[in-house]
């Protein structure tokens, strides 16, 4: 009857545990979603600054798109 009494306790204090596991884990789990929060914001606010980059085109000179090109051509 002992052993029971032994196991039984062991048992309880394994559920309690993982009780207490589980609650870290979902407050660990709200931290990183208000951070990940945060940095969906810093990516829009930095979206918005660079969107507000530009530069005039200088007067005069016309943009060669052919040089502009990002298709390697092999050159002889």
Do not use: C
């Not at 969906?40 to 943009?63: C, F, K, N, S, T």
């Amino acid at each position: 009857m002992f052993w029971v009494l032994v196991f039984g306790a062991i048992a309880l204090v394994g559920v309690g545990m993982l009780v207490a596991y589980g609650i870290w884990l979902a407050h660990k789990t709200a931290d990183v979603m208000s951070e990940l929060n945060v940095l969906a914001a810093r990516v829009a606010e930095l979206g918005d600054l660079v969107a507000q980059v530009g530069m005039p085109p200088a007067e005069g000179h016309e943009l060669d798109r052919d040089r502009l090109s990002l298709a390697a051509e092999p050159t002889d």
